[in-house]
């Protein structure tokens, strides 16, 4: 970790000396000469120190490499990915605490120290002669603001790290070879909540409500009030809240760390920071992001207009172009990795807001609701706003969120229909079989329409949102329906994220059990592909129904034309495993136990 530090250091300074050589600030300057010390005697050093701790938040985007630190996409019941990764070596079952992902332990882990050390030393930093900044904050302001941006990220990664290995060691301070490691323990599950509340709740009261210009992607007051809310839904929802499958998981001193004594008043408490975040984020500008009347248009400029109104916290991307192409068709100059699973096309609604697909038959052929007016078999006869003519009738008159996530065969797609059948210009028998849709679908949401993958220049800046407003409504409407029922507010959160998917309101009436079921599906449409379905099947303790079942696809290896009925055919995709309550928590990885004995490894691995 020393060498670690030093390293970073080391950046710091470089980009120092080449940044202050006119005013003469610094002549010369070692890079082991370079302390901690030296780092927070300057106010300039000490927020570069800072930036540094941005580096460790997930690039969620990428699903395929390890750094991007995100198997959970397709390791949910939204994604299938054409190659060997992680996420799809999680729906085997054959993994285990030798050969999980580590970096998901070791990266936020990093991140912390670095924001501890921050905020341990940066009182010791002169800001008295640090120029007020472009937005009128005087240097001891932006001090202030620097201790919440820390505060937030202290929580965000403790967060992290608590929604994939459940309770965790809670580090409020930095470490040294001094310290007896021993003594480092996992807090129960209640405490470490109460910490990352706790930490919001400073970051809130010293943060910005926006940010503007060039501190786009630094932390707001939004962010912290929108963590705040998720982690105290996730505290009240069945894994954590009243859930007996752990009550043997114990800790130092045979402290219970997941307690199985149920709380009610958890719901209420998440309801409350919910509707917090709202008020607040409105007050200060945040809504949905509507920009035109075109429901359609709506949801796609969500993802493709940067730091939009609806956006509360996001991480620049940069030029990021792997997503394009992981999702990009094969004759386009695409990869076909990415794939939406059969089940979540399934499950997008009609336009009319009905449900065209009630369950499965033993084979996997669907129950259609025959009130919706889906139709499985024959080809549209016309256009629809969305879709050619000439495409299969399951597509047709579909949700617009719907032609936003999904790619079909025959659907347009910069500046041609696209042809996913097994001897089509993006199937599997062209080039030699390799990087083809294995489900017979392709990712469309977060691409670009104006993108050309076979042409240089063409890729845009891209952010991805770990906060926004729909999803701050969505918990507030479950949170809510659980505390209370589905009262007048329920329906109108819900609603609200509704009509701008241009879909009617939920039918008066429906119980608390129905209201649920709801929301759930609101919630699994909404935010597809965005890291929050895993995460919510194992929350609600559904997982073993959406993921240790039989999968289905398309024929991807048949058809000879966009209207060939062969492509269409329903076949075995591939058996998922979920083991139950073992795969809710993922273990900690073998190395880390191995070098410090005395952690308690979760139950199961």
């Known amino acids: 970790m020393k060498q670690y530090i030093k390293f970073v250091l080391a950046i710091f300074l470089t980009s120092a000396l080449l940044t202050s050589c006119k005013k003469g600030f610094l002549d010369k300057v070692y890079d082991e000469d370079l302390t901690i010390d030296s780092v927070f005697a300057s106010a300039q050093y000490a927020e570069r120190f800072l930036s540094s701790a941005y580096f460790s938040l997930p690039e969620e985007p990428e699903w395929i490499e390890w750094w991007g630190r995100n198997p959970f996409t397709t390791a949910s019941d939204d994604l299938e990915c054409t190659w060997g990764v992680f996420g799809n070596q999680m729906n085997t079952g054959n993994w285990n605490a030798a050969t999980v992902e580590q970096n998901i332990y070791r990266v936020y882990w990093e991140g912390i120290r670095k924001v501890n050390i921050f905020i341990e030393n940066i009182d010791k930093t002169d800001f008295s002669e640090r120029e007020p900044s472009a937005w009128g904050r005087t240097g001891e302001q ?55 509340v706790e930490e919001c709740d400073k970051a809130a009261a010293l943060l910005p409500a926006r940010r503007v210009d060039v501190e786009l992607g630094r932390a707001t007051k939004m962010a912290a009030l929108a963590l705040k809310a998720r982690i105290l839904l996730y505290a009240a929802s069945p894994l954590y809240n009243g859930n007996s499958d752990y009550a043997n998981f114990k800790g130092d001193q045979g402290r219970t ?30 809504m949905l992001y509507k920009p035109t009347n075109d429901p359609y248009q709506n949801f796609y400029r969500l993802f493709i207009d940067r730091w939009n109104d609806e956006v509360l916290f996001a991480r620049n991307m940069g030029n990021f172009n792997r997503l394009e192409y992981a999702s990009g ?35 996997g052929s669907p129950i259609i609701n025959a ?63 390799q990087d083809y849709p294995v489900t017979g679908y392709l990712l469309r949401k977060f691409a670009d329409e ?17 906060f926004r407003m729909a999803e701050v409504y969505l918990n507030y409407a479950e949170a809510l329906n659980e505390a209370q029922g589905p009262t007048a507010d329920v329906y109108t959160n819900v609603n609200k994220v509704r009509e701008r998917a241009g879909l009617p309101g939920l039918p008066a009436g429906l119980s608390k059990d129905q209201m649920r079921e709801r929301i759930r599906h609101e919630r699994r449409i909404e935010l597809a592909f965005e890291t929050q379905r895993y995460f919510d099947c194992n929350r609600w303790k559904i997982a073993p129904e959406t993921s240790n079942k039989t999968f289905y696809r398309l024929s991807y290896d048949k058809g000879t034309s966009i209207q060939d009925d062969a492509f269409y055919q329903r076949v075995v995709l591939k058996r ?4 139950a309550p073992k795969h809710y928590l993922w273990p900690i990885p073998q190395t880390e136990i191995d070098r410090a004995l005395w952690i308690i490894q979760n139950p199961g691995w």
């Open 142 to 196: 932006q001090r202030q603001e620097f201790k919440g941006e820390a505060h937030f990220l202290r929580a965000f990664y403790h967060f992290i790290e608590m929604r994939v290995h459940g309770p965790v060691s809670i580090l409020n301070r930095s470490l040294s070879t001094a310290d007896d490691y021993t003594q480092i323990k996992r807090s129960p599950y209640d405490d470490c909540v109460a910490f990352v």
């Open 257 to 286: 760390l997941i307690s199985p004594n149920y709380d009610a008043t958890k719901w209420q408490k998440a309801a409350d920071a919910a509707r917090d975040c709202m008020t607040q984020a409105e007050a200060a500008g945040y």
């Open 329 to 363: 068709a094969k004759g386009m100059g695409g990869w076909s990795g990415y794939c939406p699973t059969q089940e979540l096309v399934d499950a997008f609604q009609m336009a009319n807001g009905t449900t065209p697909i009630t369950g499965y038959n033993a084979d």
């Open 371 to 433: 009130a919706s007016g889906y139709q499985e078999t024959g080809y549209a006869a016309t256009a629809g706003a969305n879709y050619p003519a000439g495409v299969r009738n399951m597509y047709v008159n579909r949700e617009p969120r719907f032609y936003v996530s999904v790619n079909f065969n025959g659907q347009r797609w910069r500046g041609r229909q696209l042809e996913l059948h097994n001897s089509g210009r993006d199937g599997r028998a062209v080039g030699n079989g």
């Open 450 to 466: 104006q993108i050309n993958l076979t042409q240089a220049g063409t890729f845009t800046f891209k952010t991805w949102i770990y």
């Open 576 to 579: 998922r495993i979920f083991e």
